[in-house]
């Protein structure tokens, strides 16, 4: 059974730093990996997808890597912003399937201060 | 905005009732995936349905049922409501030849009390 963790649980920085989040699953059979934004109450933003074939992928500020053997990905932010406060979850899809039947990380509480 | 659009956005049902969510995906897509979210952790993965039938489950008891209609919008019924039902549920639509990224509604806000 595919497990995925997310680390830290929860992050304060101030404004400008750079950071990461962590993401890894037990199950390195996986199809593609996705990272989610999350506003309080709200729904799920995609950020980035990275397919299992891929090393990483790049959209503005954000990175996301995947090491498929070793069962990890990271999130690299930069230059973080207020706006930038949510909760970023990362979700692998199996590789057995066709189809998005996520399996979910915790998410990571990011709050970044003026 | 995803276009994948949920109703109702909040809820507030009695234990032992029934409810129904729907769920209209985005243009073109022909899966529907749904998952629960309790208060503080990840989505959990409910089912799936493609082409109008389910394709997938997660570890959802029976009283957890689904409908995908022609037109690839999807229902979550949920019978015989518990209190630990109370959650975020949220309906993801992709399209699943490609197995495209799944774009993900605004989510349903259920109070069981």
């Known amino acids: 059974k595919q497990e995925v963790t997310q680390i830290p649980a929860a992050l304060s920085v101030p404004e400008g730093e750079n950071l990461v989040l962590n993401c890894s699953f037990t199950?390195?059979?996986?199809?593609?990996l996705q990272w989610f934004r999350q506003d309080p109450g709200k729904g799920l933003t995609s950020l980035l997808l990275?397919?299992?074939?891929?090393r990483e992928q790049t959209s503005g500020r954000l990175n996301a890597s995947l090491d498929k053997s070793s069962g990890r990905s990271t999130l690299y932010i930069a230059a973080s912003q207020p706006g930038d406060s949510a909760t970023y979850l990362c979700?692998?899809?199996?590789?057995?399937?066709?189809?998005?039947?996520?399996?979910f990380g915790g998410g990571t509480r990011l709050m970044v201060k003026p | 905005e995803t276009g994948v659009t949920q109703s109702p956005t909040h809820l507030i049902k009695t234990r032992g009732q029934q409810v129904t969510l729907r769920c209209s995906s985005q243009?073109?897509?022909?899966?529907v995936s749904w998952y629960q979210q309790a208060l503080g952790q990840g989505p959990q993965f409910i089912f799936q349905?493609?082409?109008?039938?389910?394709?997938g489950r997660g570890n959802f008891p029976p009283r957890f049922s689904g409908l995908q209609f022609p037109n690839y919008s999807s229902e979550l019924n949920v019978n015989a409501l518990e209190l630990d039902d109370s959650a975020l549920y949220l309906c993801?639509?992709?399209?699943?030849?490609?197995?495209?990224?799944?774009?993900f509604g605004q989510g349903t806000r259920l109070t069981v009390v």
């Open positions: 243009s073109g897509h022909n899966t």
């Open positions: 199950d390195s059979a996986i199809y593609n």
């Open positions: 990275i397919q299992s074939s891929q």
């Open positions: 979700a692998v899809n199996p590789s057995n399937n066709a189809g998005n039947m996520l399996t």
């Open positions: 993801a639509s992709s399209l699943r030849e490609g197995n495209t990224e799944a774009f």
């Open positions: 349905y493609y082409r109008e039938e389910e394709n």
